[in-house]
């Protein structure tokens, strides 16, 4: 790829940010400087990088701009280390930084919560910002005309450089290392703890890969662990996700209500487009969680009693009760119909909600897995897959772990009148618990 003379220029001072997981975010290249200061990018600094955590962990506040200048500048740290092997190719430098800083340009309040209900991607759409009519895109092409779609193929895992995509997208990439470290701090546990220092020393550029050298396994099983422990005992906490419940049926119902004519006191015309399905990338930058927080708030002041109570629930922390569920239909179809006769919506307070994470596993013969496995360098050259030398990998690998709960409003269960279908209720509900 050419590159400008813009492409290689230098600041004249070397420009950090003060950051608690890393100490230091170092920028030295104009076209990253400019990047961090296009309005797209700052508007990362108004997307929560745990959604709706914060109701469970309250210090769970940063962003998806602190995380992005995290991810940059760990792959930063490992061109440095990688500048001694022949496998590294220095042009690819700057390729893999922007894809670095810019991986998450496009996630939207609450991110996947807010994707399931209007059914957006925030890969596509990161994609259609570096690509569209943007400040970003504008940087881009100073680099060169052909650089915004070499920098989204990265993103988007196209690209034919493969070495560059797994740097930031991969079983042991910048954007895992620092999620974990930065969400484990600002979550104020030691589960998502590890030694990036060593993994970073141990990490090696291969042609389509970064690999591990064989000396620093321990570093990666602890590593593994780490992501495990993060998602289990911090990412799919039940209060974290009985956030995320009230918030989707919030937005749900004022789906429904715009679709069926509802007159709005507060109209709600950030949120039209994604009611149409008509968003464009515009559309779509303009919707930061400080613009849906608004709404929220304005809502429960609705003549609509669901969609009151429901943004009255998520703005005050009153988040619905929940049970462990093993997931049976016939439960579910029984209890929806009680709390139908009871005179509540089921399709606004009763909610099931199942989740799963596989922490490690390969495409392999009869896996179900597309992952690219985390491959060994021996000291004699030779490469291996990770859990057939690691005890303590191999016993998770393929290890599909799934949790399901159930989520309703117990004061509103208490409220029924009809005596006999409350007793149902309760009784049902405390059989599952």
């Known amino acids: 790829m050419a590159m400008s003379e813009y492409g290689n220029k230098q600041l004249v001072e070397e420009k950090v940010f003060k950051d608690p ?67 590294w190719n220095d042009d690819d430098r700057l390729l893999a930084l922007a894809a670095a800083l810019l991986h998450d340009l496009g996630h939207g309040p609450f991110s996947h919560c807010f994707e ?28 060169s005309a052909d650089f915004p779609l070499e920098v989204a193929r990265v993103i988007d895992r196209t690209h034919a450089n493969k070495l560059v995509v797994s740097m930031i997208s991969s079983q042991i990439d910048a954007d895992r290392m620092d ?37 620093g396994m321990h570093a990666v099983e602890d590593y593994l662990m780490s992501r495990y422990q993060m998602y289990w005992q911090i990412y799919f906490h039940p209060v974290s996700r009985g956030g995320e419940v009230i918030l989707n049926l919030v937005l749900r119902r004022a789906k429904y209500l715009y ?16 009611f149409d399905g008509t968003v464009t990338v515009e559309d779509y930058l303009r919707l930061d969680e400080m613009v849906v927080n608004f709404y929220l708030q304005e809502w429960i002041h ?42 509540l919506d089921p399709e606004y307070y009763f909610f099931s909600d199942s989740y799963s994470d596989l922490p490690y596993d390969y495409d392999r013969p009869g896996s179900k897995s597309s992952r ?5 360098k021996k000291n004699n050259g030779e490469l291996k897959e990770i859990s057939t030398q690691s005890a303590i990998i191999h016993s998770i690998t393929g290890v599909h772990r799934m949790d399901s709960k159930l989520y309703y409003p117990k004061e509103k269960i ?15 509900l405390n059989e599952l618990a």
Do not use: C
Request: no cysteine; charged share 30%; hydrophobic share 40%.
């Open 21 to 87: 997981v890393h100490r230091y975010v170092h920028v030295r290249d104009q076209v990253i400087w400019d990047l961090i200061k296009t309005k797209e990018f700052q508007r990362l600094r108004r997307i929560k990088q745990l959604g709706t955590l914060y109701l469970s962990f309250h210090s769970a506040e940063h962003s998806r701009f602190n995380h992005s200048l995290g991810v940059y500048e760990i792959v930063r740290r490992m061109i440095v280390n990688f500048q001694e092997f022949d496998e």
């Open 116 to 143: 399931s209900i209007f059914g957006t991607d925030h890969e596509a759409f990161t994609g259609r910002i570096i690509l569209g009519d943007t400040d970003v895109n504008a940087a881009l092409r100073k680099v």
């Open 179 to 215: 999620y974990l470290q930065r969400d484990s701090y600002y979550t104020g546990v030691s589960y998502g703890n590890f030694d990036m220092e060593r993994i970073l020393r141990v990490m090696r550029p291969d042609t389509d890969e970064v690999i591990i050298k064989e000396s």
């Open 259 to 274: 679709e069926n004519g509802y007159v709005f006191k507060q109209a709600p015309k950030y949120f039209i487009p994604f």
């Open 302 to 343: 609705e003549d609509d009693e669901i969609l009151s109570d429901l943004s009255h629930r998520f703005v005050n922390r009153d988040l619905f009760k929940y049970l462990p569920f093993d997931g049976s239909i016939i439960t579910i179809t029984e209890l929806e119909e009680l709390f139908r006769k009871g005179g």
């Open 372 to 376: 690219r496995p985390i491959h060994l």
């Open 414 to 428: 208490l409220q029924i009148e009809d005596m006999e279908v409350k007793g149902q209720i309760i009784n049902l």
